[in-house]
């Protein structure tokens, strides 16, 4: 009795170191592989910690495209428009200086990727008081400035390409994916916004009356907006050029993607007590027609 549970318990002793090596052999070789794959992180040191120098654009996607739009006003001015960002936890420690360039090539291929047909403003039109951002000690964030007259850049759309050129301070890297980007500067005039629209439309297929669409009138001139599309009872790719007379407040009509028939001047007009605007104008040799209010919602 006692040699057999003597000779059971070796045997199973045996068993269990063979096992018991085997389980190291594959644990550490998984790990290995894990650490070999990414799997696993160490906590090894690997060097210094990546420090990115970011031109942070877009707060909402990773397009690094965005349209600064600011009210029109008579005054030059001097504003906050590029942010230049350490994308870090920490704030600086120190005095961060970035050096940019402008890159026009930036904007022509925005353009031909997006289909827009934003131009690159004429030196005489702007100024940068400085190329180099300073992202302050204790902060993550400095703006490259710009100084310019808002008329000059009415009725048109105008874009900067930018790239961060250099980082004075050692430690730090120029961002792959967010080191250069593209900026619309676009002056809203005092019409400019989203409106409420309601009426009726005559039209061979779709005519009825509707309310509460969404109508987008985008500054095109010191006392114009274009209303694209007409969001009546669809959406029509109807560009109507609306210009507004600031004496008299009638407004003059045009468009260049249909032939407008000709309509009543009396009848299109803005009341600025109300922010609405009187439309009634027809298109296309009478086969359709729209007679709309659009008052004044909330800013584009």
Known sequence: MYKTVNMNTYKFLKVFGIMAVAVFCITGCLKDDDYDNGVIQSVRPHGNIVKPIELKISATDNSNFATVAVDNSPNDTTSDFVPVVLATVEPAPQDIHVTLEMVDSLVDAYNAANFTAYAVPTSDMYEFPSMEVT?????NTGYLQIKYSKPDFIGADWAFGFRIASVQESGYTISGNFGEGVVSLAIKNQYDGIYKGSGTMVHPVLPGTYTNKDEVMTTSGANSVLLYPLNTTTQFGVDLNITIDPVTNLCSLSATLVTLDPYDPAKNYYDPAT?????????????????????YNRPR
């Open 135 to 139: 992202i302050p000690k204790g902060s």
């Open 275 to 295: 922010k609405t605007f009187y439309l009634d104008f027809g298109y296309s040799g009478g086969t359709r027609h729209v007679t709309m209010t659009a008052v």
